[in-house]
């Protein structure tokens, strides 16, 4: 079976707090992707980030950085020294190789807060 | 370059009645995905079409349709509303079918309330 759990319905941090959301993931195939994707009160998600299961290099992009542990089937997302902007809904989500849009599996969300 | 455009954004309907909703791609965008987000069952995926041909359908009862045409341009349909229905209807486009090769940029969605 294949599914993304994101345990953390609801965090509440303070502006230029670093937070970790976190993303478990199982699937039984050996080649897949994962996605974490932002959405903003406007609606829309805004991809952030694809790696694929044979990348385990953690990647940072500005105030952003994923840590991706197979071992652990984990993709977790931190924000270092968060902004009010960064106040939004944040899903990961999974794909198997060779599957199309609409295999993609989506966690519940983590709604994340940023205080001034 | 335009974004994906979904039209309305905000939609009120009685049940029972039927609705369609519009979505423009990315120029040169050929895939169209629909989801439904709802804050009970979150994401779920309705429909996926690559050059006017489904590609992919999710688990949603026969009143969720939909087509895409020649332009790319897709619509969705839903006959026969319940109050269920009530979501947030997001639109996903992308120059390829292969997600994992390419991203897929999402539209703000149309509300639709049914009362």
């Known amino acids: 079976a294949q599914k993304v759990t994101q345990a953390q319905t609801e965090i509440s941090v303070v502006e230029k707090e670093d937070v970790t959301l976190d993303c478990v993931y199982e699937?039984?195939?050996?080649?897949?992707?994962l996605f974490w994707y932002k959405q903003p009160p406007s609606g829309e998600l805004v991809f952030l980030i694809r790696?694929?299961?044979?990348?385990?290099q953690n990647e940072i992009s500005g105030r952003y950085s994923w840590n991706f542990q197979k071992s652990t089937s984990s993709f977790n997302f931190t924000i270092t020294a968060s902004q009010v902007v960064d106040s939004a809904v944040y899903f990961c989500a999974l794909l198997n190789y060779g599957g199309s849009q609409g295999n993609l599996i989506f966690g519940k969300g983590t709604k994340l807060s940023v205080k001034p | 370059k335009a974004g994906v455009t979904q039209t309305p954004r905000y939609l009120i309907k009685t049940r029972g009645q039927q609705v369609t909703l519009s979505c423009s791609p990315i120029?040169?965008?050929?895939?169209v995905s629909w989801y439904q987000q709802t804050p009970g069952q979150g994401l779920q995926f309705l429909f996926e079409y690559f050059s006017e041909t489904q590609r992919n359908k999710g688990n949603f009862p026969g009143r969720f349709s939909g087509r895409q045409f020649s332009n790319s341009r897709s619509e969705m349909n839903v006959s026969t509303l319940e109050l269920g229905d009530s979501a947030l209807y997001l639109c996903?486009?992308?120059?390829?079918?292969?997600?994992?090769?390419?991203?897929?940029?999402f539209g703000q969605g149309t509300r639709l309330t049914v009362v």
């Open positions: 996903a486009s992308s120059p390829s079918d292969r997600p994992m090769n390419t991203e897929a940029f």
């Open positions: 699937t039984r195939d050996t080649t897949y992707y």
């Open positions: 120029s040169g965008h050929r895939s």
């Open positions: 790696r694929n299961s044979f990348d385990e």
